[in-house]
C-alpha cells in the first residue's frame, strides 16, 4: 500500500467529513481572533443546513458516494448556463423560500403544498444511489427523500391518469439561462404513472444529509435513478397527472437523441457517441472507464416494467 504525504492528496479526496472537521476548526480560529460572527456564520452557510432524521435506506448501493465538492460543482442546469460550473457559480440567485409545488390534473384531490409540508409528508431517507448522465459520465450520491410514491398516494389519481408531467420554476430574473433559447422554458419532464409509483422513484430534498444545494435542485426535485440524468428534473413546482405522454423539453429540443423512456442502456448508443462505457467523476480522467450497466445497475428492480417493449424504439 502507497502511503500518500497530505501534498499527494488531491482536493477531491478530501471527504465531506475532513470538510467539516476543518469548518470546525476555521469557525473557532475566526472566532478566537475576534473576526466576529458575521464571518464566522458565513462560512458555516457555505454548507446547507443538515436535516434532521435520516433513516438509511435498503434501497442504497453500497458504491463509495462521489466527493460532496464533485457533486455540488459538476452539474447540469441549463437554467444557470450550460458549463458544468455554471450552476455552482449562479443558483445562489435562485430563492427557494417561499416555494410551493401544485398537484393538478387528472387527482380526486388536486392540492398546494408548502415545501414545509413536503418535507414532513413522510420519513426522510438517506438513499445512495447511482446517477448515469447521458453524457456518459456518473456519480454516485447520497441523495435525501422519500418514494414520490408517498405523494401520489395522497392526491388519489385517477383510473385515467396514466402519466406524470413536471415542471420546474420559471423565473428568468433568478435563472439567467433561461433568458437564452437553449431549451423550451421551463423545462419539463414526465414518467409514465408505474414508473412515477415505483419505490426507486425519489422526491428529493437533500443530500449529504444536508438541504438540497440550489444547484442540484432546490428546494425539491425528481431522482430517476435507472433514467438518464435528464429525466430527474429540478426545482419542481409542478407535478400534474395527464392522459398523455408528456411534451418534455428535451425530446422536444432533438426528439431522436433524448427519447421520452431514456431508460440507461449500454446497448442502444446516443445517435453521435456510444452509451456502453461511462466516466465516473472523481476518479480521474485517465482513470479507465467503468462498464454502463442495463438501466443503470437497477434491471432486478425495474425491466419488469418494460417487459415486451422494444428498447430500441422507446429509447
Ligand atoms: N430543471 C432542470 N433539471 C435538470 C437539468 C436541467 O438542466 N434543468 N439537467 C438534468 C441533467 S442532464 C442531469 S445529468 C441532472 C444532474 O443533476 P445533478 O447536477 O444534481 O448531478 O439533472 C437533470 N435535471
Ligand atoms: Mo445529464
Known sequence: MVIKRPSDVLPSEITPKEVYLRRREFLKAALALGLGEAVAVRAAESRGA??????????????????????????????????????????????????????EGLVRRPRVYDIDELLKLAPLEE???????VE??????????????????QVEPLGSAKYVEFTTLLRPAEMPGQRLPILAWPYVEGLRLDEALHPLTLLCVGLYGEVLPNQNGAPVRIVVPW???????????KIRFTESQPRTSWNLAAPHEYGFYANVNPTVDHPRWSQAKERRIGEGFFAPKRDTLMFNGYAEQVAHLYAGMDLRRYF
Not at 438513499?127 to 448522465?133: K, P
Open 136 to 153: 456518459a459520465w456518473s456519480m454516485v450520491v447520497p441523495w435525501i427523500g422519500y418514494s414520490l410514491s408517498e405523494l401520489i398516494r
Open 50 to 103: 443538515r436535516l434532521p432524521e435520516v433513516r438509511r435506506s435498503p434501497l442504497s448501493t453500497s458504491e463509495p458516494p462521489t466527493s460532496y465538492k464533485d457533486i455540488t460543482r459538476y452539474n447540469n442546469f441549463y437554467e444557470f448556463g450550460t458549463d458544468k460550473s455554471d450552476p455552482a457559480e449562479r443558483a445562489h440567485l435562485l430563492k427557494t423560500r417561499p416555494w410551493t409545488v401544485t398537484v
Open 127 to 133: 438513499r445512495v444511489y447511482r446517477l448515469r448522465c
Open 227 to 237: 433514467k438518464y440524468g435528464f429525466k430527474s428534473g429540478k426545482s419542481i413546482v
